[in-house]
């Protein structure tokens, strides 16, 4: 479970914020989506913005989510690049660095990365399984050479109004 008072959760390459020591670090990097978005495009931060100060379940995998989550997505981001060293943490956004206390830890593959953020609405499905779903299936898969990746902070568009 990845809980955040800030509003967005996010994956991260942790030595790349090891001189996060501080709270002043914290909000020299942190503070505006501006700054936020610069380590999106290096690929060392995937955010998982969800607007509101929530936990939540985040299934990080090397594989395309199952049927049964594909059939409750409700929404998939544009893949991410990531330049990953073979270690990433994921947490809220205010546990990045040292002085964050750092998140949950996983080992991945190293190189360059795509990454693709699923919304799952497990509230949708009819229970059949005890085996709950969780809130976000991540995808990480090795990238495609000339791989276009999304560099907003916002991990999803917002919907198109129906007319």
């Known amino acids: 479970?990845?809980?955040?008072?800030?509003?967005?959760?996010?994956?991260?390459?942790?030595?790349?914020?090891?001189?996060?020591?501080?709270?002043?670090?914290?909000?020299?990097?942190f503070d505006s989506d501006d700054e936020i978005a610069k380590f999106i495009e290096q690929g060392s931060l995937i955010p998982i913005n969800v607007?509101?100060?929530?936990?939540?379940?985040?299934?990080i995998r090397s594989s395309a989510p199952t049927a049964r989550e594909t059939l409750l997505t409700i929404v998939q981001s544009e893949p991410y690049r990531l330049v990953s060293t073979g270690t990433l943490e994921v947490g809220g956004i205010e546990q990045i660095g040292p002085f964050g206390g750092g998140g949950i830890r996983a080992e991945i593959d190293p190189g360059t990365l795509s990454v693709k953020v699923n919304l799952v609405d497990w509230r949708d499905e009819v229970p059949t399984s005890d085996i709950a779903l969780s809130d976000f299936v991540v995808e990480i898969t090795p990238a495609l050479h000339r791989e276009v990746f999304r560099t907003k902070v916002n991990t999803f568009d917002p919907p198109e109004d129906d007319l």
Do not use: N, Y
Not at 3 to 27: E, N, Y
Not at 51 to 59: D, K, L, P, W
């Open 1 to 29: 479970m990845i809980s955040t008072d800030a509003g967005l959760c996010a994956m991260w390459v942790p030595h790349r914020f090891d001189h996060v020591k501080t709270i002043d670090d914290w909000q020299q990097l």
């Open 51 to 59: 607007g509101a100060a929530r936990s939540f379940e985040i299934t």
